[in-house]
C-alpha cells in the first residue's frame, strides 16, 4: 500500500512539474514496455455437487488469488494538442491453492454425512487485457505524464475444483480426501481501466517510466454441478516499469 501511494504521489508531483514547464504533447508517438506486478489479492468460493449412494455429496472450495507477474505493452498515438488515444495489452498469471471442504453420503446409511477436507494445489489463474485508452499527455524535455482511462477487453481464465477423489475403508464411516479434480474455465468480458504513466526521458527518443492502473471486470464462469455461475473479479491494481520510446 505505502509503495502504491508513493507512486501515486510522485507522479502527481511530476505531472505539476511538467505542466509548470510545458503544456504540450512534444511527441507525435509514445510507446511503452513494462514488467510488473498486478497487486491486488481477489478471494471467491464454488459449490458443486452431484448424486452418491442414492443422496448428494456436496464440494465447496474457497480460492484466494494472489498478486502475480505482469507484463505490459502499449502506445498513445496525439491526435489534436495533448489529447490522444492509443492500446495497451497486459498479461498477468499466477498460482494458488485452494481449500476444499465437502460432505459425501454414508454407503450403507441414509442422512449420515462423511465430512472431508484438503487442499486443491496449483490452479492457475490468467488475464489477458487489452487497454484502450484516451489520454492526456503534458511534457518537457526531461519528463512526461500519461493520464489515461477507458474500456479494457479481459480473457480471464481460471481452474475450478469440479470434483474430488476420497479415501475410504470399511466400515466407511469415514472418508479422506486424496485429490482434487480440476476444469479450465475461460471467459471474455468487457471492464475499464484508468490510469497514469510517467516517463523520463534520456534522450528525444529515449526513456524509462513506471505505471500505474487500475482496472476491473466482473465474470461470471460456468462449473458443471453448481446451482450458478463462480463469479470472478478480473484485473485490479497494476504497478510497473520499462522502456519508453518517443517518435
Request: hydrophobic share 40%; glycine share 10%; net charge neutral.
Amino acid at each position: 500500500m505505502r509503495a502504491r501511494i508513493s507512486i501515486a504521489a510522485a507522479a502527481v508531483v511530476l505531472a505539476i512539474d511538467v505542466h509548470a514547464a510545458s503544456a504540450q504533447w512534444l511527441d507525435k508517438l509514445r510507446v511503452s514496455i513494462n514488467v510488473g506486478s498486478q497487486l491486488s489479492s481477489t478471494t471467491f468460493t464454488s459449490t458443486t455437487s452431484f448424486p452418491v449412494n442414492a443422496e448428494t455429496s456436496t464440494i465447496n472450495t474457497s480460492y484466494t488469488v494472489s498478486s502475480g507477474q505482469l507484463f505490459d505493452g502499449g502506445f498513445l498515438y496525439r491526435l489534436s494538442g495533448n489529447f490522444g488515444d492509443g492500446v495497451a495489452v497486459s498479461s498477468y498469471s499466477e498460482r494458488h491453492n485452494a481449500a476444499v471442504s465437502g460432505s459425501s453420503p454414508h454407503p450403507f446409511f441414509f442422512n449420515t454425512p462423511r465430512a472431508f477436507t484438503g487442499t486443491a494445489a496449483g490452479l492457475q489463474r490468467s488475464e489477458l487485457a487489452a487497454h484502450i485508452q484516451a489520454a492526456y499527455v503534458m511534457s518537457s524535455n526531461r519528463y512526461d505524464v500519461a493520464i489515461s482511462g477507458g474500456p479494457t477487453i479481459f480473457r480471464v481464465g481460471q481452474d475450478l475444483v469440479s470434483n474430488v477423489t476420497l479415501v475410504e475403508t470399511y466400515p466407511y464411516d469415514t472418508v479422506t480426501f486424496s485429490s482434487a479434480t480440476t476444469v479450465r474455465a475461460d471467459k471474455t468480458k468487457l471492464g475499464f481501466n484508468v490510469g497514469v504513466d510517467v516517463g523520463f526521458k534520456f534522450s528525444s527518443n529515449l526513456g524509462v517510466g513506471g505505471l500505474l492502473r487500475f482496472s476491473r471486470a466482473t465474470a461470471s464462469l460456468p462449473l458443471a454441478g453448481s446451482a450458478t455461475d463462480v463469479n470472478i473479479d478480473a484485473g485490479g491494481v497494476q504497478v510497473a516499469g520499462g522502456v519508453r520510446f518517443y517518435f
